[in-house]
């Protein structure tokens, strides 16, 4: 499949997520809880590979990886409150989901898990 055809069908989406946030936060938090990059990632896994398993293994995958990106809003409303300017409160925000990520790959490996 064309990667423009990819890129804008993928931008159109993150930019109607924010556009519909200006407006609503839930509805924008609804289009934007959809796992909208994995399901787009396996409908493009799949027109260019047809290849069940890997789509399979793929979406597995995210399952356990979906886990530690939930840090990220745990932490990021909780400073922001605190009055953490954007910037810093989202930097702490990546910092502990990858240390989130990092922990959880390390039981996925000690554990056997995909």
Do not use: C, H, N
Request: aromatic content about 10%; overall charge positive.
């Amino acid at each position: 499949m064309p990667y423009l055809v990819k890129l804008i069908v993928s931008a159109l989406l993150i930019v109607l997520a924010s556009e519909i946030a200006k407006r609503s936060s839930l509805l924008g938090a609804l289009l934007a809880s959809v796992p909208l990059v994995s399901v787009l990632a396996m409908v493009w896994l799949y027109l260019e590979t047809r290849d069940a398993e890997r789509i399979a293994a793929f979406a597995q995958d995210v399952f356990w990886l979906v886990l530690p990106s939930l840090a990220l809003f745990l932490v990021l409303p909780w400073l922001l409150r605190a009055g953490v300017q954007f910037f810093a409160a989202l930097g702490l925000g990546l910092v502990l989901t990858a240390l989130a990520y990092a922990g959880t790959l390390a039981l996925l490996r000690r554990f056997g898990a995909p």
